[in-house]
């Protein structure tokens, strides 16, 4: 049992593909937690379908490594893989309470990007200790010196105390299993970071003596078991069917049961323990309203732990019913009650998201931490059968002390290739954002910093990767809350509405080409008011796609009826879609199908709904 081994508790932070959850695959095959001839997945961390495409981490989670020492003792380690992207921060505050030590991963090339100061910037305000490591060190455009210059100016910058900035760096390649004290380690294991786990980063400072308390940090649901709650063990032991009680935050009694099932970690799997000491990482099982932030303790105990305040979310979007001609023929959740149910059961156990019920109980408000975040809870519930109606994103004001308006602000951090770094800052300039720092970054690439209203950055990226013909790379970071900057210009460009319902057809949409960009293929069914392209001036303009050549029984002079040849249509994934849409847009999000579309699909309802506007 884990208790009586030495322990420590390690948080892993790295900007997004800096090569985190590999290395803990190597951990994993190192400490032998798998057997040699266990088919193991590549990046076993990255659990859900959606990490696995995307190729990021989206969940908190906890996983667990036994390492023997050169010494002969054995230390049980247990490790948090936390989400490197800023959206995500609602998991990241949280885990970092339960942790003594955080390993800093940051990339040989790329150095600190904005995400890994993000969640540094969280480790060092709660006074944990930093392992640096320097991955990917085999690459061949690597510049480990100046990266650990970078790493360190970032420290300071972020106030580090002398303690967190006299930090043990390693150098490592995760794919490739090996880490050494030198740039130039090219061969060997990962026992260099075992041993400075166990060297630097304290065991748990828990009372194994005071009444059992336990923080629940994150929250988990099981068919069989009903909620499952997990945390750090502040304090006590607990048995498996011992009397408990939840206190929320401000101390009020939540509910009352017992610890029906404890479960600690061990490798990937969570494994039923019967006790758990002062230290440990455990999930407990048991409880029914029990959430995130409140205490699980003795019922003699009445005081609450103190849990991390969770920043505010930036951005909302509304989540309605589809109420298109074609609702309910690809999905099979279409009920605002089905809705209902899935976006609070979110809610519950995402602590960074919350919803709000609008008055005719058809739509509800989201509200988040970006687009990404807000984008992948979409991508889940389409996963799962869901028919639904997005808005386009808005974001949340508020009021200062004097009762001026303020707005979000980003810190946006731009590598783009030295010939579009014009065009870049000319765009940005137009969304109202700032230029902060532009310096050469090596290979004829730029990196330029940026402050910018989140308003002006939605719907940006994807235009943004056209200027720079896919080569440029854009990372963003919550900054503050700053000044509303007054009005920035939404798209430009206006769209093409189809005026009936039936299936496009070639005839039709090829003169529709030289109006604009085309989002639908021949045979696509089409419904009134549904966005088929996008117009090449202004205005919106309404078309008919449908039409079809009318057919006679004469024969073409010359014998050439020519063949329609169309530029393939542009198809635009969930993110894209939501980005583009205006305010009086919808994005129809089906299993199988996103389209775009008016609110208003009659055209006269458009009409009357820009007068009242106007007015």
């Known amino acids: 049992m884990s208790a009586q081994l030495p322990l420590r508790n390690i948080a892993i932070i790295a900007h997004v593909d800096h090569g985190k959850t590999t290395l803990v695959d190597q951990l994993f095959r190192q400490s032998g937690t798998f057997r040699d001839n266990q088919r193991v997945e590549e990046r076993a961390m990255d659990s859900n379908d959606l990490e696995k495409e995307r190729g990021i981490t989206i969940l908190a989670k906890c996983t667990s490594v036994e390492w023997p020492g050169a010494d002969g003792t054995t230390t049980h380690i247990n490790i948090v893989d936390t989400p490197g992207h800023a959206d995500f921060g609602g998991e990241v505050e949280r885990i970092l309470s339960m942790v003594d030590g ?5 990339d040989a090339a790329e150095g600190p990007m904005p995400q890994t100061k993000f969640v540094t910037g969280k480790a060092l305000a709660l006074g944990l200790k930093p392992i640096v490591v320097v991955n990917k060190i085999d690459r061949p455009d690597a510049r480990a010196s100046e990266v650990l210059d970078e790493v360190f100016d970032l420290f300071v910058l972020l106030e580090a105390n002398d303690e967190q900035l006299d930090f043990p760096v390693l150098y490592a390649s995760g794919r490739n299993g090996y880490a050494g004290e030198t740039d130039d380690v090219r061969e060997g294991t990962l026992s260099p970071l075992f041993e400075k786990i166990v060297e630097h980063v304290p065991a748990p400072s828990a009372d194994p003596d005071g009444p059992f308390k336990f923080l629940v940090t994150l929250l988990d649901r099981d068919n069989f078991l009903g909620r499952i709650l997990t945390g750090l063990v502040s304090s006590g032991s607990i048995k498996t069917n011992a009397p408990i009680h939840a206190l929320s935050p401000e101390g009020k009694v939540v509910e009352t049961g017992r610890a029906s099932k404890i479960m600690a970690f061990r490798g990937l799997e969570r494994v039923a323990v019967d006790t758990a000491e002062a230290g440990d990482i455990i999930s407990i099982a048991g409880l029914t309203t029990a959430t995130v932030a409140d ?8 005081e609450p732990l103190h849990a991390q305040p969770i920043d505010p979310p930036t951005l909302s979007m509304r989540f309605s019913v589809n109420d298109s001609p074609m609702a309910g023929r690809e999905g099979t959740k279409v009920t605002s009650r089905m809705i209902r149910d899935r976006l609070f059961r979110e809610a519950e156990s995402n602590v960074a998201i919350k919803v709000t019920e609008s008055a005719d109980k058809d739509s509800y408000e989201v509200a988040g931490r970006g687009e990404l975040q ?12 869901f028919e639904l109606g997005i808005s386009r994103p808005r974001v949340l004001f508020r009021e200062d002390e004097n009762g001026k308006k303020t707005e979000p602000y980003e810190t946006v951090v731009i590598d783009v290739d030295d010939e579009y770094s014009g065009t870049v800052v000319e765009k940005m300039a137009g969304r109202k954002a700032e230029l902060t720092d532009m310096r050469p970054s090596g290979g004829g690439k730029t990196r330029i910093t940026f402050s910018a209203p989140s308003r002006g950055l939605i719907g940006y990226h994807g ?15 919550f900054e503050r809350y700053g000044l509303h900057k007054g009005n920035i210009e939404g798209r430009k460009n206006g769209v093409l509405i189809s005026n009936g319902a039936g299936e496009a057809n070639n005839y039709a949409l090829g003169p529709l080409e030289e109006r604009g960009i085309l989002f639908v293929a021949h045979q696509e069914a089409l419904y009134e008011g549904m966005i088929v392209g996008e117009n090449a001036k202004t205005g919106d303009l309404e078309v008919n796609p449908m039409k079809a050549k009318q057919l006679t029984n004469f024969r073409a002079s010359g014998g050439k009826d020519d063949a329609i040849r169309l530029t393939p249509p542009k198809r635009m994934t969930l993110e894209q879609a939501i980005a583009y849409i205006d305010e009086d847009e919808l994005v129809e999000v089906t299993p199988t199908s996103i389209r775009l579309r008016k609110i208003h699909l009659d055209s006269n309802d458009r009409k009357r709904a820009s007068r009242a506007k106007a007015a």
Not at 374 to 385: D, N
Not at 463 to 477: A, C, K, P, Q
């Open 295 to 302: 205490t699980i303790a003795d019922p003699s105990v009445s």
């Open 374 to 385: 807000l984008g992948v809870l979409i991508e889940m519930m389409r996963r799962e059968g």
């Open 463 to 477: 235009e943004f990767l056209s200027d720079t013909r896919g080569t440029g790379i854009m990372n963003r970071l």
């Open 102 to 106: 955080v390993i800093l991963l940051v």
